[in-house]
């Protein structure tokens, strides 16, 4: 069983729900007041049908390969963020 | 500062949309620009008139900014809403007030998503109880859907209401004392962690406990590997949303407490050794009381099944809140204030600890006594039970259920009664002052003592006392 991840900055989280809601309400105008939590996005994206469904099995494989240390190398604007952190981290 | 401010309402921060202000014994709500747009929207619809009707929304008045003063400076609209008897909260119901509550929030989202209206949250704090009708009082709460939005209160439906109810339905522990501690609710990784793993076979624990917990932990590594565009594709279909929420409501509807054993005290109505009679003469004691004095405000400490609550009502009282701390007694309390359409609210109270003042800066939430305004109040078959049941010195209880009202009744239970005998057989009796001399002093400082009777064989005493001041 994979430790959990060390612990996100605050940003992260704020950034990751920011984003995530945002892009998903396409009429978007002020946000809800409330958190309204990863899980439960992600539980609801699955409810919802294949499409979201997909997205959690994204989630899920990636978590896999980080298990066998396949963390970083991600296609596309993955990678820019994680190397960018890898050097915040430095 | 003159009495004729408006003070702000210490609960209602954390929506920016607007906040509840308390003026001159009114309350009053204001609704700012950021939430014009979905208020007119929502009231177009009419939606809330019709909630409000049904009495299952609080009803809200349009009145002019001036009625609210100062207060009012930033906003558009101004509400007023009708009081509450009695502002309660969710870790002081009894399993079948939470529940009512759950249903309520779960069949006004149903309705409201088919009027493409959408909640905000999915706060139990946004429910009251009048009697045992729950009400929903969160008017701001209610916006416009939009389509293939997420069910932002999920979480919070799932921590202020599913896994109190199961936590009682699965498990036979009551929610209270939990959820007093932990105010927003329980947590859902740490609820996933008491499932055992046969009962994550049910599909609906699963999806809502287990499954939703375990995303919570993934989501928690997320963050950084999460595109924008990956998230883009996904978005939760109104037929979709709808299904949850009815199966939710479906699942909720069923659920009891696990344990189905009498409780100590619920048994007590039908074998504390009370006969017909000596009911009959307390019974017309507190009526005689009540029709003397109508209280509007009762308070009835160790309400049991709510009988005398019943009585008091009859007799003219204006509303009667029950205490108790014994979940069965507390359920069939509830129980016949819904079959009967009691203006009696039974709630969880441990008189030796009662709910204290918590929440953001010890203020958001009242603790019992910020809300003592019972003009009179009942504590039948109480005293021997703190006295002598919890060790509290005779004299502290009698100074504290004489402050809780300027009027009221108390029963004395001799030592030599059967109940008090029972308590005291394993124990050694330290309670040298106990008896009925001692007590009546004690209530002499405070009191004078109007009227006595004496409803049982055994020596029970019925006393009637008005405070001095």
Not at chain 1, 65 to 87: D, I, L, P, V
Not at chain 2, 58 to 69: C, H, K, P, S, T
Not at chain 2, 277 to 287: H, I
Not at chain 2, 339 to 360: I, M, S
Request: hydrophobic share 45%; proline share 5%.
């Amino acid at each position: 069983m994979p430790k959990e991840q060390s612990e996100l900055s605050k940003l992260d989280i704020a950034i990751f729900v920011v984003v995530v809601v945002a892009v998903l309400d396409p009429g978007a105008r002020a946000l809800a007041y409330l958190d309204p939590a990863t899980g439960s996005m992600l539980l609801q994206l699955l409810l919802g049908g294949v499409a979201g469904a997909l997205v959690v099995l994204k989630l899920y494989w990636w978590r896999f390969k980080e298990f066998f240390g396949f963390g970083a190398k991600e296609a596309g604007a993955a990678s820019e963020e994680t190397t960018h952190e890898r050097q915040a981290e430095e | 500062m003159s009495d004729d401010a408006a003070r702000a309402e210490p609960a209602s921060f954390r929506d920016p949309s607007g906040h509840i202000f308390r003026r001159s014994g009114r309350i009053f709500r204001t609704v700012n620009e950021r939430a014009v747009e979905d208020f007119e929207f929502v009231r177009a619809t009419g939606l809330l008139d019709k909630l409000a009707a049904e009495g299952r929304v609080i009803a809200a008045q349009e009145v002019a900014a001036a009625e609210l003063g100062e207060a009012a400076a930033e906003a558009r609209y101004v509400l007023e809403h009708p009081r509450l008897p009695f502002v309660s909260y969710p870790y002081e119901w009894p399993f079948p007030a939470l529940k009512a509550a759950a249903l309520l929030h779960l069949d006004i989202q149903l309705e409201a998503l088919d009027h493409g209206i959408a909640l905000s949250d999915a706060s139990a704090y946004n429910v009251q109880f009048i009697g045992a009708r729950p009400l929903f009082i969160d008017t701001l709460s209610f916006r416009r859907y939009a389509q293939g939005e997420f069910w932002i209160g999920h979480r919070q439906f799932c921590e202020q209401f599913l896994f109190p109810l199961l936590l009682r339905a699965l498990f036979g522990v009551p929610h209270n004392a939990w959820y007093r501690g932990a105010q927003e609710g329980i947590d859902t990784v740490e609820f996933a962690r008491l499932v055992p793993a046969w009962r994550k076979l049910s599909p609906r624990i699963l999806t809502h406990v287990v499954l939703h917990a375990s995303l919570q932990k993934l989501g928690r590594g997320a963050a950084r590997r999460v595109q924008a565009s990956t998230m883009r594709k996904g978005s939760l279909p109104r037929a979709s949303f709808r299904r949850m929420l009815a199966r939710l409501r479906k699942w909720v509807a069923t659920l009891e407490p696990a344990e189905r054993d009498k409780s100590l005290w619920h048994d007590y109505a039908q074998s504390h050794g009370y006969s017909d009679q000596e009911v009959e003469a307390k019974t017309a004691f507190v009526s005689g009381f009540v029709t003397e004095t109508k209280p509007a405000m009762v308070w009835d400490v160790g309400c049991n099944t709510g009988h005398y609550a019943q009585a008091a009502l009859a007799a003219g009282a204006g509303y009667v809140v029950g205490f108790d701390a014994d979940q069965g007694a507390l359920e069939l309390a509830f129980a016949r204030a819904k079959a009967e359409r009691l203006d009696f609210q039974p709630l969880y109270l441990d008189a030796t600890d009662p709910t204290p003042r918590q929440g953001w800066a010890q203020g958001e939430r009242y603790g019992l006594g910020d809300r003592a305004d019972a003009e009179a109040v009942l504590a039948l078959a109480l005293v021997h039970h703190l006295a002598i049941g919890h060790n509290v010195p005779l004299a502290s209880v009698v100074d504290w259920l004489v402050g809780l009202a300027p009027t009221g009744i108390v029963e004395f239970v001799p030592k030599t009664d059967p109940m008090i005998q029972e308590l005291l057989k394993l124990r050694e009796d330290i309670f040298p002052d106990y008896d009925e001399e001692s007590f009546l002093a004690h209530l002499r400082r405070h009191a004078r003592i109007v009227r006595t009777e004496t409803v049982s064989a055994t020596g029970r005493l019925l006393l009637r006392y008005e405070r001095k001041d």
